[in-house]
C-alpha cells in the first residue's frame, strides 16, 4: 500500500482523452442523432404569462403535410411534481391554463422540424388573461394575487436565530442595512436542450437520450412519470455541450418527446432553439435580500440579519425548486469565511408568472457571496478602514477549525487566511492602492475588489444527485485493457480523464490502458449524476475504492504467480514485480489471462474474472473548498462602462486531479462571474413577456471581456477519500462578488455601492450623476 | 401546400463536390449537418450571435445559420472536418488539447476554423488581435483564456516552421 501513496498521474498535468473526438468534429451531440424514420418536435408555447386557455383549435395543424401528430394534455395527462414537497406540479403539456410565457401547450410531431414549425404557427390558441404576477415582494404578500388558488404564494417559508442575536445587535456600537439583489440569468450552455426517444429494436425498450447531467435520475423520472418498468427504459447521454446544473432537471419536454416516440410507434427527436432555451431553460438566481449587519469600532462583525427571498416561478422546476437552492443554503452559509457569531435569517420563496427557477452553477452562492462580501466593504468604508484589514480582522483563524458557522454548517480544514494573504500579494495590493489614488488625481476610477470563499462541496446529496454516493464498476479484459464505468454525468469537465487518472495509479496500468465509460444506464452503475462539485470527491473518490479494491486483487495474483509475499508487491506501468527484484515481474495482461482463460491458476478465495464494483459515499456530509478572488476594473464614468482589467485567484480545492482542468474550471467560473456582474439578466415586463430571447438581448462574456486571469493553488486536502474537494462553483460564487466590490470601490469617490447584479452602464451613471462625495 | 420543395443543389464542401436535393429554405448548417452528414459543424443559437456553426467560405469565417445552402453554391466550403488531417490532429487542434483550450467542446469546432482564417490572415497576431477576432465565437465553458494560448502557441509554431 505505501507505494500507492505516491501516485504518478494524480495531481498530474495530463491532456485530456476527450479532446481528440470534439477537436476533429466526430464527438456526437444529441442532435447528431438521427435515425431512419426520425420524427421532430416543435412546441406551441404559451405567448401569455398568466391566462385560462378558453379554446384550442389545432385542426389546421392536424391537418398539415408531413405532421404525424399532435399531443396535447389529454394525450399526455402527467405532471411534474413532488408531492410530498410541493401542492404544486406542472403538467408536461398546459391543461386548462398557462402560467408563464414559453410553457409548452401542445407538441407538434412532424417529418421535419421545419414542417412542424411551420404547423405550430397555425395553431390558434384563445387566452383569457390573468392578472400576471412578476414582482417578488409584492407576490409574496399574495399581490396581486394567488399565482395558484389553492396554495398561498409562499411555498417555502423558514426561520433562524441564533439565541442572542437581538442582544447583539442592541449592544454594538454601528450598524448598517443593505438590499442586495441578483437579476434572473440561465446557465445558457452552447449547447441547447434536447431530447430523441424510439423503441430500441434489439430489446423492444423505450431508449432516450438526453442531454442530461442525472442519467440515472432522469431515467427513475420518464419510467415513473410515464410508468413504464426502469429496466424498460435506457437512457443514453450523448456528448453534452454544456450543462451547468441546468441540465440537472427532468423537463416537460423529456417527458413528452418519449411519449410521443411510443405513441408514434417511430423515434422522435426535439432539439431547442435557442429562443426557446431562453424561455424554457431553467431560470436561476433572482434573488432579494434585505440585511443588516452589527458591527465593532474596530471593524469586528458581529451580527447579521437576512430577509432572504426568491422568485420560484410558476411551479417548482422537478424535482427540485431552485429557489429553495437559492435561499435554504444561502442561509447556512450567508457568514462565508468570515468568523460572525450572531445570525437571524427569514427565507421566503414565492410563485410568480415567470419559468421555474433551478440550478445554476454555485446555486445559492453568488448571491451570498455579493452579501457577504458586500457587507465587509460597507463596514469598512463606514469605519474609514481598509477593506482587506477588516476581512484579515473577520476572517476565520487556522487554529479555529473544525469551524461550526453561525447557521451550525461545520467548516473542515481550510487556508482561508493564507489565500487572503497570498492574494493580496499576487495583485500587488499595496501598490495598487497607490496607483488608483494617482489615477483618481487625473479623474480615473480604477478599483480593487476581493472576494473570499468557501464552497460546500461532495455534499451527501445534491441538486444533481439523487443519492450521495458514488459508483465505480471496474473490468479487466483478458488482455489487460482497463474498463472503468461511473454513473457521472459530465458536461465538459473531463471525467474520461481525471478518472483514469486515478486508476492509473491504483491499478498499475497504463494511462492509456484505461477507457472511462459514463451516461449510459445499461453500462453505468447506478450513481447520483454530475453537479454540485461532486463527481471530483465522490466519483473520484469511488475510483479509488474501486481502484484499491481492484489492486488488491491483483496483487494476490501476482503474489501466487510470482510466489513472493503480498507484502512484496509492487504495481506499475502494466507490470507487477517483486520489490527490490524488477526482473522477477509478471504483466497485468498475463495476470488478466489467467483470470479468465487459465482459471486453475487463479489464487484461492478469488472469482474468475477480474470484475467488480465499488461505491463510495463520504464520512463527512460535505466538504469545504475555499479561496480569495481579486478583480480589478477601471469604470469609465461618463458612459458607465466597466472593464475587468486585472484577475487574480488563489484556490485551495484540496487534493488536485489535474490542475490543468481545475484552473480551466476557474477560468469558465471567472468568465461567468462577469457575466453575472456585468451583463446577463433574463427580464420580464410588467405584463409577463420575456424581453430577452436572443443573444443579442441576453449578452454573455466574449473574449474580449475577459482579462488574463492569474491563479495560484492552495492544497488542504479533505479528510475524503484521496483528500479531493470539489471546486466547480467555486469561481462563479466568488467572481461577481469580486467585481462588483471592484466598481463600487472605484466609485468610492461618489460614494457608491453596487447593490444590484449585474451592474449596467444606466446604473453606474446614475451612481456617479451627482457631485463627487469627497 | 407541399411539404419540402426541393430543388437540386451543389456545394463544393472540403475538397468535394455534393449533389443534393435541397429546400431552398434549409440553412447551409442544417444541409451540412443532416444531408451531408458533417455534424462537427453545431448549431448554437440560430441568430447568428455564438459562432459555433461557423464554416470558411472562400477561407472566410462565416455563420451557416445565417445563410441558406443554396447561397454557397458556387463557394468553397471547409468544416471542421476539412482541416483534421486523415489520422491524428492538426497542429492547432493539438495546440487545443495540450493548452486545456476546450471543455465541453460544442463552441471548438466554430473557434477552430475562426483561428484558422486568423493565422492564415495574420500570421502575426498578438493576443490582442486573437481576442478580437475570436470576440464572434461564444465559449461559456474555457474563460477563453487557454483558448487564446492555443492560438498563440500555434501561431509561433507556425513562425518556427
Same mark, same amino acid.
Given at each position: ?58 385542426? +389546421? ?129 452552447? +449547447? ?55 441540465? #440537472? ?172 494573504? &497570498? ?6 495590493? +499595496?501598490?495598487?492602492?497607490?496607483? &488608483?489614488?494617482?489615477?483618481?488625481? &487625473? ?16 455534499? #451527501? ?101 510470482? +510466489? ?30 489467467? #483470470? ?179 | ?161
Amino acid at each position: 500500500m505505501a507505494q500507492a501513496m505516491r501516485p504518478q498521474m494524480m495531481g498530474a498535468r495530463v491532456s485530456r482523452t476527450e479532446d481528440p473526438r470534439l477537436l476533429s468534429g466526430q464527438a456526437r451531440f444529441l442532435d447528431d442523432i438521427q435515425v431512419p424514420g426520425m420524427l421532430e418536435v416543435a412546441f406551441v408555447r404559451s405567448t401569455h404569462a398568466a391566462a385560462k386557455i378558453v379554446q384550442m383549435d389545432l385542426r +389546421e395543424v392536424q391537418q398539415y403535410p408531413g405532421v404525424q401528430a399532435v399531443l396535447t394534455y389529454d394525450d399526455c395527462p402527467v405532471q411534474l411534481w413532488q408531492r410530498e414537497a410541493y401542492e404544486v406540479g406542472q403538467p408536461v403539456l398546459a391543461h386548462h391554463e398557462v402560467s408563464y410565457v414559453g410553457q409548452p401547450i401542445a407538441a407538434i410531431i412532424a417529418d421535419s422540424r421545419y414542417v412542424a414549425e411551420d404547423a405550430a404557427e397555425l395553431a390558434r390558441v384563445e387566452y383569457e388573461d390573468l392578472p400576471p404576477v412578476t414582482d417578488m415582494r409584492r407576490a409574496i404578500e399574495e399581490n396581486p394575487r394567488r399565482v395558484h388558488a389553492h396554495t398561498p404564494n409562499v411555498f417555502f417559508h423558514k426561520e433562524y436565530a441564533t439565541p442572542s442575536v437581538e442582544q447583539a445587535f442592541a449592544q454594538a456600537p454601528h450598524h448598517l442595512r443593505a438590499t442586495f439583489r441578483t437579476n434572473r440569468q440561465t446557465a445558457l450552455s452552447l +449547447e441547447a436542450r434536447g431530447t430523441a426517444a424510439m423503441v430500441d429494436t434489439a430489446t423492444g425498450r423505450l431508449t432516450v437520450y438526453a442531454s442530461t447531467q442525472s442519467p440515472h435520475r432522469l431515467r427513475e423520472d420518464i419510467s415513473g412519470l410515464l410508468g413504464i418498468p426502469t429496466h424498460q427504459v435506457r437512457l443514453i447521454v450523448p456528448e453534452v455541450g454544456g450543462g451547468f446544473g441546468m441540465k #440537472a432537471n427532468c423537463y416537460p419536454e423529456d417527458i413528452v418527446v418519449a411519449k410521443a416516440a411510443l405513441m408514434c410507434r417511430k423515434p422522435v427527436k426535439w432539439v431547442s432553439d435557442r429562443t426557446e432555451s431562453l424561455l424554457s431553460d431553467v431560470h436561476g438566481r433572482d434573488d432579494i435580500h434585505d440585511v443588516e449587519v452589527a458591527f465593532a469600532e474596530d471593524g469586528k462583525i458581529v451580527a447579521l440579519r437576512d430577509h432572504l427571498m426568491a422568485d420560484g416561478g410558476a411551479y417548482p422546476a422537478y424535482p427540485f425548486s431552485g429557489a429553495v437552492g437559492e435561499t435554504s443554503l444561502a442561509s447556512r452559509v450567508i457568514t462565508g469565511p468570515y468568523d460572525i457569531p450572531h445570525l437571524a435569517t427569514v427565507i421566503d420563496c414565492t410563485y410568480s408568472n415567470k419559468m421555474p427557477l433551478g440550478a445554476y452553477r454555485g446555486v445559492w452562492g453568488p448571491v451570498a457571496s455579493f452579501i457577504q462580501e458586500g457587507i465587509v466593504d460597507r463596514v469598512a468604508r463606514h469605519l474609514g478602514m481598509d477593506p482587506a484589514q477588516v476581512r484579515l480582522r473577520n476572517i476565520i483563524q487556522p487554529h479555529q477549525f473544525p469551524y461550526r458557522n453561525a447557521a451550525g454548517m461545520t467548516y473542515d480544514e481550510g487556508s482561508y487566511q493564507a489565500c487572503l494573504q &497570498q492574494a493580496l500579494e499576487l495583485m500587488d495590493y +499595496e501598490g495598487f492602492r497607490k496607483r &488608483q489614488q494617482e489615477l483618481r488625481q &487625473q479623474e480615473r476610477y480604477v478599483g480593487l475588489g476581493i472576494s473570499a470563499f468557501v464552497e460546500p462541496t461532495a455534499m #451527501a446529496s445534491s441538486e444533481a444527485g439523487s443519492v450521495g454516493y458514488e459508483s465505480c464498476t471496474i473490468q479487466i479484459d483478458a488482455t489487460g485493457r482497463v474498463t472503468a464505468a461511473f454513473g457521472l454525468g459530465p458536461t465538459g469537465q473531463g471525467h474520461e480523464t481525471t478518472m483514469a487518472q486515478i486508476l492509473a495509479d491504483q491499478l498499475g496500468v497504463r494511462f492509456e490502458d484505461i477507457i472511462v465509460l459514463h451516461g449510459d444506464t445499461d453500462s453505468a452503475p447506478y450513481g447520483g449524476g454530475t453537479g454540485g462539485s461532486r463527481s471530483g470527491p465522490i466519483g473520484g473518490g469511488a475510483a479509488l475504492v474501486a481502484g484499491r479494491q481492484m489492486r488488491e486483487r491483483l496483487v494476490k495474483y501476482a503474489a501466487s504467480l510470482l +510466489e513472493a509475499g503480498e507484502e512484496d508487491i509492487e504495481l506499475g506501468d502494466g507490470k507487477a514485480w517483486v520489490a527490490g527484484v524488477p526482473e522477477r515481474y509478471i504483466s497485468i495482461r498475463t495476470i488478466a489471462e489467467t #483470470a479468465y482463460t487459465n482459471v486453475t491458476k487463479i489464487p484461492e478465495g478469488l472469482p474468475i474474472g477480474l470484475e467488480l464494483t465499488a461505491r463510495y459515499l463520504p464520512k463527512s456530509p460535505r466538504t469545504f473548498s475555499n479561496g480569495t478572488h481579486i478583480a480589478i476594473v477601471e469604470v469609465d464614468v461618463s458612459t458607465g462602462s466597466v472593464a475587468v482589467t486585472g484577475y487574480g485567484v488563489v484556490n485551495d480545492c484540496g487534493r488536485l486531479i489535474n490542475p490543468t482542468i481545475v484552473e480551466g474550471q476557474i477560468l469558465g467560473g471567472v468568465a461567468q462571474g462577469i457575466g453575472a456582474a456585468l451583463l446577463e439578466a433574463l427580464h420580464y415586463d410588467e405584463s409577463g413577456q420575456l424581453v430577452t430571447t436572443s443573444l443579442m438581448d441576453y449578452l454573455l462574456p466574449e473574449s474580449t471581456d475577459m482579462p488574463r486571469v492569474m491563479m495560484r493553488h492552495l492544497e488542504t486536502p479533505s479528510d475524503g477519500e484521496g483528500g479531493i474537494k470539489g471546486m466547480a462553483e467555486g469561481s462563479l460564487i466568488a467572481s461577481p462578488a469580486a467585481i462588483a466590490n471592484a466598481v463600487s470601490d472605484a466609485l468610492a469617490p461618489f460614494d457608491a455601492f453596487v447593490d444590484t447584479l449585474p451592474v449596467t452602464p444606466e446604473m453606474i451613471l446614475e451612481m456617479t450623476r451627482g457631485e463627487l462625495a469627497r | 401546400m407541399a411539404v419540402e420543395q426541393r430543388i437540386g443543389l451543389t456545394l463544393w464542401v472540403n475538397g468535394k463536390e455534393h449533389l443534393l436535393e435541397a429546400s431552398p429554405r434549409w440553412s447551409l448548417a442544417d444541409v451540412l449537418r443532416h444531408q451531408i452528414g458533417l455534424t462537427g459543424t453545431h448549431v448554437g443559437c440560430e441568430q447568428g450571435v455564438c459562432g459555433a456553426c461557423t464554416v470558411l467560405l472562400d477561407g472566410q469565417p462565416t455563420r451557416s445559420c445565417l445563410m441558406f445552402a443554396i447561397q454557397a453554391q458556387g463557394h468553397e466550403i471547409t468544416t471542421v472536418e476539412g482541416v483534421t488531417p486523415t489520422e491524428g490532429l492538426s497542429p492547432l487542434q493539438q495546440s487545443f488539447q495540450s493548452h486545456h483550450a476546450l471543455q465541453c467542446g460544442f463552441c471548438t469546432p466554430g473557434i477552430l476554423l475562426t483561428a484558422e482564417a486568423l493565422l492564415a490572415d495574420n500570421p502575426t497576431a498578438d493576443e490582442e488581435e486573437i481576442r478580437a477576432a475570436l470576440s464572434g465565437n461564444l465559449c461559456r465553458c474555457t474563460g477563453y483564456q487557454f483558448i487564446v494560448d492555443a492560438v498563440l502557441a500555434a501561431r509561433e509554431q507556425r513562425r518556427d516552421a
